[in-house]
């Protein structure tokens, strides 16, 4: 009798599907279509998780998932992909255009979009601030810290009200939720695809449950130990991109040397800030910003390791020396969210 307890003790906590607290609700059979008419055939349904797994009281949370079935008669293990910016991304899969970039990995596995917890519908985790704008928010340094503390406390006292375990929404909650839904779905091995804050995911996934995961893509890598990001990082980025900028003729003549441009640029807006006009997101008005040397340093720590805007900075800086502040406005307006939105998920423990 004890060695049949003993047995059943084992496979409840070591058994690869037996032990999960998650389950799945509303799942349903469907046909997905790229923008060229290729058929997937895929499961769509959603994960109940706890909010809090460390609270055995904590309330049920759930989770859209989209699970696309592969192409190939003898697929590869699945792979699972892990979004940037904390973000949903099950609509790639219902968005012809979308889908068909993932063809290629479709022709050789099945594959797996998962809403990340706090990014989507009812169970989103994402403060709006409603009231005024500091218009100074690109001018001074200690404004804009304050602004985010003020943000952030009026967050955290909706969530609270709301009912939300902000504890909650850790990286290691998300990591649990893959290993967790791959149990549901009786996937033994798989393989991750992480994209930016998804490489944080991704990460702490195959340090958790390494022996689980076959392959591992990261795109944009920022590995947990990197969330701060130190004044020297921007030096460096400015000091690769002109080492770039070193080797084109053209741009050469223009920008000899994008360090000294930048500093350049910075005492000009010191002593003279350029405003910018651009609309505010959530009422549509348009309102006038002035952009200091903050302001400009923010944008380029923004920006300068997104590979779509690397080849702009230049252009950006040569543009603001030169008087025309339209390439700034649009930074601007581009990341103006970050002083309106915060999010409340993906915290590091």
Same mark, same amino acid.
């Given at each position: 009798?004890?060695?049949?307890?003993?047995?059943?003790?084992?496979?409840?906590?070591?058994?690869?599907?037996?032990?999960?607290?998650?389950?799945?609700?509303?799942?349903?059979?469907?046909?997905?279509?790229?923008?060229?008419?290729?058929?997937?055939?895929?499961?769509?349904? =959603?994960?109940?998780?706890?909010?809090?797994?460390?609270?055995?009281?904590?309330?049920?949370?759930?989770?859209?998932?989209?699970?696309?079935?592969?192409?190939?008669?003898?697929?590869?293990?699945?792979?699972?992909?892990?979004?940037?910016?904390?973000?949903?991304?099950?609509?790639?899969?219902?968005?012809?255009?979308?889908?068909?970039?993932?063809?290629?990995?479709?022709?050789?596995?099945?594959?797996?979009?998962?809403?990340?917890?706090?990014?989507?519908?009812?169970?989103?985790?994402?403060?709006?601030?409603?009231?005024?704008?500091?218009?100074?928010?690109?001018?001074?340094?200690?404004?804009?810290?304050?602004?985010?503390?003020?943000?952030?406390?009026?967050?955290?006292?909706?969530?609270?009200?709301?009912?939300?375990?902000?504890?909650?929404?850790?990286?290691?909650?998300?990591?649990?939720?893959?290993?967790?839904?791959?149990?549901?779905?009786?996937?033994?091995?798989?393989?991750i695809f992480g994209f930016s804050y998804g490489t944080h995911i991704g990460m702490t996934v195959m340090k958790l449950f390494p022996e689980r995961i076959e392959k591992a893509i990261?795109?944009?890598?920022?590995?947990?130990?990197?969330?701060?990001? =130190?004044?020297?990082?921007?030096?460096?980025?400015?000091?690769?991109?002109?080492?770039?900028?070193?080797?084109?003729?053209?741009?050469?003549?223009?920008?000899p040397d994008l360090n000294k441009l930048v500093f350049k640029v910075m005492d000009k807006l010191d002593k003279n800030p350029a405003v910018v006009t651009i609309q505010n997101p959530?009422?549509?008005?348009?309102?006038?910003?002035?952009?200091?040397?903050?302001?400009?340093?923010?944008?380029?720590?923004?920006?300068?390791?997104?590979a779509n805007d690397i080849p702009i900075i230049p252009r950006l800086l040569y543009s603001i020396d030169e008087g025309d502040h339209s390439l700034l406005t649009y930074f601007v307006?581009?990341?103006?969210?970050?002083?309106?939105?915060?999010?409340?998920?993906?915290?590091?423990?």
């Open positions: 009798m004890k060695k049949i307890a003993l047995v059943i003790i084992t496979l409840l906590f070591n058994g690869p599907f037996l032990f999960c607290q998650a389950h799945l609700v509303d799942v349903e059979n469907k046909k997905y279509k790229t923008s060229t008419n290729i058929e997937i055939l895929g499961q769509a349904g =959603y994960m109940n998780v706890l909010e809090n797994r460390n609270n055995p009281d904590s309330r049920k949370i759930k989770m859209k998932y989209i699970h696309l079935k592969s192409l190939s008669k003898n697929p590869v293990a699945p792979v699972v992909y892990l979004e940037g910016g904390g973000n949903s991304c099950t609509w790639q899969a219902e968005s012809p255009e979308d889908l068909t970039d993932w063809i290629e990995i479709l022709e050789v596995s099945d594959l797996i979009f998962v809403d990340q917890r706090g990014s989507d519908g009812d169970e989103s985790l994402t403060y709006i601030w409603q009231e005024e704008y500091p218009k100074d928010f690109f001018i001074s340094e200690e404004i804009a810290i304050d602004h985010y503390k003020l943000m952030s406390a009026k967050g955290l006292s909706t969530f609270q009200k709301k009912g939300v375990d902000i504890r909650g929404y850790t990286i290691e909650e998300h990591a649990q939720d893959i290993h967790e839904l791959t149990q549901l779905l009786n996937i033994e091995s798989y393989s990261l795109v944009g890598a920022d590995a947990p130990n990197q969330s701060l990001n =130190y004044p020297r990082y921007l030096d460096e980025h400015i000091g690769l991109i002109n080492t770039l900028i070193q080797k084109d003729e053209v741009i050469k003549k223009q920008i959530l009422t549509g008005k348009n309102m006038d910003l002035p952009i200091g040397p903050f302001g400009l340093a923010l944008i380029l720590r923004l920006d300068i390791d997104d307006q581009k990341r103006i969210v970050y002083a309106i939105g915060l999010p409340g998920n993906g915290i590091n423990q």
